[in-house]
């Protein structure tokens, strides 16, 4: 866990608190800040009566309106600490992985989300075939950072299985030869961004679809037990 020295809850009612009742009612449905799940346009729309993009209107009139609030300026030193926290991580981190670190109790981390959101500092980047969800402080050092597990996917063979030690170890040397500067104690949640390698049950490495990362069936997971404690095959 990371810890953090300011209440989620508590900071973003008093930013919240700015706001007239309805676009707070809309944003708390929309981020899940009131207890319940994060809610769709369409949900919330409905239960106004009103249509999904006039709910979105709202949403992003409400945003740009604590931007400009008081309470805003004075919520500076938890931005900056989320952005520290961040940076301390290698500027880019796995949006779940970060608000599972940071957040603590789900409702918490859905306020989390809302102050990323929020802050000028913070860029999402969504899902795509390579990446998870992600957030980032630093674009450029992002793309290297991107650039960095292209090469390691990409000298990665299907039946490739490597220990933790060893596929962290080819990570830092792809980051380093782009003159990156990542912390090593920073690798084992960065690594997580990753959506074409991951560990297998045993704590090996390798691609995703590989059978010895995600086992099809019980013929594969005892081959990789045997493996792992070397008995004969």
Known sequence: MLKINFRPKQKTKAILSYLD?????VLEQRFGLSGDSPK????????????????????????????KSE??????EVFDELKEKI????????????LNNVGGESSAKNHIK???????????????DEFHHRWTIDQNKTEKIHEAFRRLHKELSPDDLLPEKEIF????NHIK??????????????????????PNA????????????????VRDLAFLTMRKHGSPM
Request: proline share 4%; no cysteine.
């Open 21 to 25: 009742k309805k676009p707070r009612d």
């Open 177 to 198: 030869n782009l003159a990156v500067n990542i912390d090593r104690d920073a690798v084992p949640i960065l690594i997580k961004i990753s959506r074409i390698i991951a």
């Open 71 to 76: 309470a805003f300026a004075e919520s500076q």
């Open 169 to 172: 170890s080819r990570f830092l």
């Open 40 to 67: 769709t346009l369409e949900a919330i729309g409905q239960g106004y009566g009103i249509t999904r993009e006039r709910v979105r209107q709202i949403e992003e009139d409400a945003l740009r309106r604590l931007h």
């Open 87 to 98: 940076d301390m991580l290698g500027s880019v981190v796995h949006e779940k992985e970060f």
């Open 202 to 217: 045993l704590g090996e490495w390798g691609h995703i679809y590989s059978p010895n990362i995600r086992p099809r069936g």
């Open 114 to 128: 809302f102050l990323l959101v929020l802050g000028d500092d913070f860029n999402h980047l969504r899902e795509d």
